[in-house]
């Protein structure tokens, strides 16, 4: 079971496109859910995330549409997996680790999917899992020096662990990281 | 028990079984008598003849373990080799080329998602495989069927899946199940003494619960061999296209066959021309050519035209039989003929419904015979063709859509009469029915007489009723039927009743010469007055009676349907002077 994490787009506001690198990669018929940490911006984007998977999920970014009613967090169950996601902007301070960890407790998640960092990178604490998937367009960030990498993540759920695959655009060639992260028994 | 009746060759009237696989010299011949016989549709080894005859096992019952040993390897490296898990350790680990949105060559999920697709294909057809039989609802079964039909269609490559195969795989699956069921049963039963060890390992070996899949893909290859010609894509053969254009308004029939399947679609449009010319006639001017109807017929080797257990009687015979193509046509045709008396007096719309929803066979027996009989006609005599199918239902046992939607006409009740069904059981009811039927006839002639004086008190009712009377004795005839139909499921109902008591008498008999103290003896004693009790429960409703009990009911079901009151007061009527009429 494939599942797309991609968000932070800020489309047309921050930035006019997803990278043809990225369009390329992203194809019908492959991922089962998308996931999304909000900050589409626009009917647009969400309209191309429908072509990529019947089932979208989007949480409320600071730019995103009051109107749109997209909700703070969303757990959505994946085979053995409960994941969460929240854009991350309501977590204060922003990015604080302890914060994180204790939304996903909140939320009683295995997997907590938050953006707004900017910065693409998953971790693995106390037996819970955090994932980035970064911007997917790589807009820049008010919190964030120095250009941005567009990013996206694909998580591969399977039957006890996940595979989470970071597709970074770098130097206009797409690198993929791979970070595997099993279920503990006792949770 | 079998072991008694061990000789060189079985004689067809004894039970084959598994002991019966090592014990007799085993032939086409032989297994061409027994499965004609019949004596495979109670046995538990059907799954092992349907191997020995399509070859995938050898006559030599020593060679056996070695044959299914590679087989079942086989069927191994096949599903390593087709069934590709992109996680696998044998693929290269790194990222940038294993990962699932590469488009590079070699990437393993490459294959995976192109095979998704036709994992989707198959398993929305398995899921909805005999819906009607519990065993195809199980997900471990389902799950069996999707990757058996996937590596199928990926190792035969010219072929592909093909809507229909699953049909074919089903009842396989499910034979192979049973018998192996069967077989611990009877390894529980010991059944078995009269084997070796080196026999009994042999049969181990041969229903080995764990190899079911294995075994089934092996005989679902062997009898995709005899149908994949019926499944195969018609050949583009350029040609024949230049040859003879497409015309506007060409008729199925008229074109040039493009497949094997629609060659012998034509083949079987001319075997019934010789065999029944008026049927031909009849279909042909209607313009219903095999080709309308006949492609699922052959593809799924006649699995929708009758329930499993016939089905699976059907094709020992088919299958002993290779190449099964003229068989099969000689099926194809029969079944056409034993409907004729439906088709003859059906117009397109009937004739199509009968055709696509063909009404169950009542006695497959007779069915097999007369198919036998166009095969090789000097050799098989033919038999006497009775009337032989439940009109009124279809094999799934909802009522057929030709009697609930299309009244009959009035000429239809002189026409239709034989249209009853009527296997052998039928017969004590003949004249019972044949006595309402001559009521029936004499009252619409006469039925200007008023014969209830009741009548008499609703005049406003007959000038309506009048000119309609014609009609509603065609329903009321009509609805006799039903309930001769349903007569005759509970008479069936009442024979099996019987033939299991008789059986459970059997084994009290046993019992009872085996009992040693007087408790047992008792307690055996009630156990067949129980018996008698429920046989005697059976009973209450003796034959005779029966049809007027339940016409009434019946008949008040059906006339609070309608609202015609009035009506009931006819049939009990009419029930009265059949019982009276001897009198008159």
């Known amino acids: 079971m494939l599942v797309l994490l991609i968000g932070d787009f800020n489309m047309p506001h921050r930035s006019a496109n997803i990278s043809p690198k990225f369009r390329k990669l992203l194809v019908p018929n492959k991922m089962q859910h998308v996931l999304s940490t909000g900050n589409l911006c626009s009917r647009e984007t969400f309209d191309y995330l429908r072509t990529l998977s019947s089932d979208v999920h989007v949480v409320k970014g600071e730019f995103d549409d009051e109107m749109l009613k997209y909700p703070d967090t969303k757990v959505v169950t994946v085979g053995q997996f409960r994941i969460g996601v929240c854009h991350g902007h309501q977590i204060i301070p922003w990015g604080d680790s302890r914060m994180l960890e204790l939304l996903a407790r909140q939320l009683d998640v295995d997997i907590l999917v938050t953006g707004n960092s900017y910065e693409c990178n998953a971790v693995e604490k106390s037996g819970r899992f955090f994932v980035d998937p970064g911007s997917a367009t790589g807009s820049f960030s008010v919190n964030k020096t120095g250009p941005v990498t567009p990013s996206f993540a694909l998580l591969d759920v399977q039957a006890d662990n996940v595979v989470t695959y970071l597709y970074r655009l770098i130097d206009d060639a797409v690198k993929v990281d791979r970070i595997i992260y099993k279920k503990s028994k006792s949770t | ?584």
């Open chain 2, 1 to 584: 028990m079998s072991t008694a009746k061990v000789v060189p060759t079985p004689s067809t009237t004894l039970s084959f079984d598994a002991t019966s696989l090592i014990k007799y010299k085993l032939s086409d011949e032989v297994l061409a008598k027994v499965a004609a016989s019949g004596s495979l549709r109670s046995s538990s080894c059907r799954s092992a003849v349907w191997r020995l005859v399509l070859r995938c096992l050898p006559y030599e019952t020593k060679d056996w373990e070695v044959t299914l040993s590679r087989s079942r390897n086989l069927y191994r490296t096949l599903k390593e080799k087709h069934l590709v898990d992109p996680h696998d350790k044998k693929f290269s680990q790194d990222p940038e080329l294993n990962n699932p949105l590469a488009s590079t060559e070699h990437n393993p999920w490459n294959t995976f998602f192109e095979d998704n697709d036709l994992r989707d294909i198959i398993g929305k057809d398995v899921s909805r495989t005999f819906p009607e039989i519990e065993f195809f609802q199980n997900g471990n079964i389902r799950q069996m069927m999707s990757e058996i039909l996937l590596i199928y269609a990926k190792e035969h490559r010219y072929v592909k899946y093909r809507q229909g195969m699953h049909e074919i795989l089903a009842p396989l699956i499910f034979v192979i199940y049973l018998d192996n069921e069967g077989f611990l049963h009877a390894k529980e039963n010991d059944e078995l003494k009269t084997l070796t060890v080196e026999e009994e390992d042999i049969l181990n070996c041969l229903f080995c619960k764990e190899y079911l899949e294995q075994d089934s893909y092996t005989l679902f290859c062997s009898v995709m061999l005899e149908v994949s010609r019926w499944y195969e894509d018609p050949a583009p053969s350029e040609a024949s296209k230049q040859l003879i254009p497409k015309e506007p308004y060409m008729r199925v029939q008229d074109s040039v066959p493009s497949s094997r399947l629609m060659e012998d679609l034509v083949d079987i449009g001319n075997l019934l021309q010789d065999i029944d010319p008026t049927l031909a006639k009849h279909l042909s001017s209607l313009d219903i050519p095999p080709q309308l109807y006949g492609l699922r017929w052959l593809r799924l080797l006649f699995g929708r035209e009758m329930p499993l257990h016939d089905l699976l009687f059907l094709w020992d015979v088919l299958l002993i039989d290779r190449p099964i193509t003229p068989l099969a046509k000689c099926i194809f045709v029969s079944l056409l003929v034993q409907i004729r008396h439906l088709l003859l007096t059906s117009d397109y719309g009937g004739c199509l419904q009968y055709l696509m929803r063909y009404p169950p066979i009542a006695d497959i027996d007779s069915f097999v015979k007369l198919a036998r009989h166009y095969r090789n006609p000097k050799k098989n005599a033919k038999p006497d063709v009775k009337l032989n199918n439940f009109s009124h239902i279809t094999v799934s046992g909802s009522s057929h859509p030709n009697r609930t939607q299309r009244p009959q006409r009035p000429v239809a009740p002189s026409k239709a009469r034989p249209e009853l069904e009527s296997p052998p059981t039928i017969l004590a009811l003949a004249p019972v029915l044949q006595k309402m039927k001559n009521t029936i006839r004499d009252r619409s002639n006469t039925v200007s007489v008023p014969s209830s004086p009741r009548r008499s008190h609703e005049p406003h009712r007959e000038p309506i009723r009048n000119p309609q009377n014609n009609d509603n004795w065609t329903k009321e005839v009509q609805m006799m039927e039903e309930q001769v139909s349903t007569l005759q499921t509970r008479l069936n109902e009442q024979d099996m009743m019987c033939c299991q008591i008789s059986k459970a008498l059997e084994v009290c008999a046993e019992d009872v010469r085996n009992a040693k103290s007087s408790e047992q003896c008792a307690a055996l004693a009630q156990t067949i007055l129980e018996l008698s009790k429920t046989l005697l429960s059976i009973k209450t409703v003796p034959v005779n009676q029966s049809p007027s009990k339940n016409g009434k009911n019946g008949n008040v079901d059906e006339k609070q349907k309608l609202r015609e009151p009035p009506q009931i007061r006819h049939i009990n009527e009419m029930i009265d002077m059949t019982s009276k009429r001897p009198q008159i």
